[in-house]
């Protein structure tokens, strides 16, 4: 009896560890979950968010996460405006080009 309970937990933590690696962020981009204020931060990211998503998007692929290209792309849009504004960290705007 004790072995069975064992053996249930184990098959178990199994299917959790597998559940758990389908979401990895091969399915979600290379910098899947942030917020707006995130990707307005590492605009960089943001970028190469914008590029799975749109590599994704012309696959025809919709079941990807909106809320991360969404997130990243109006994070990327603010860091650009402020940019563009001169309200920025002087140090990065060489990281733009």
């Known amino acids: 009896m ?3 309970k064992i053996a ?3 098959g178990l933590a199994m299917l959790l560890a597998t559940g758990l690696a389908a979401c990895s962020h091969e399915y979600n981009g290379p910098y899947p979950g942030h917020s707006v204020a995130w990707y307005t931060k590492h605009h960089w990211k943001a970028q190469k968010q914008m590029h ?3 590599k994704i998007d012309r696959e025809g692929n919709r079941s990807i996460p909106q809320p991360t290209c969404k997130n990243a792309n109006t994070g990327f849009s603010a860091a650009m405006k402020k940019e563009l504004s001169g309200k920025h ?3 990065s705007a060489a990281s733009l080009l």
């Open 2 to 4: 004790r072995y069975s």
């Open 8 to 10: 249930a937990r184990l």
């Open 89 to 91: 960290n002087p140090t």
């Open 52 to 54: 799975w998503c749109s």
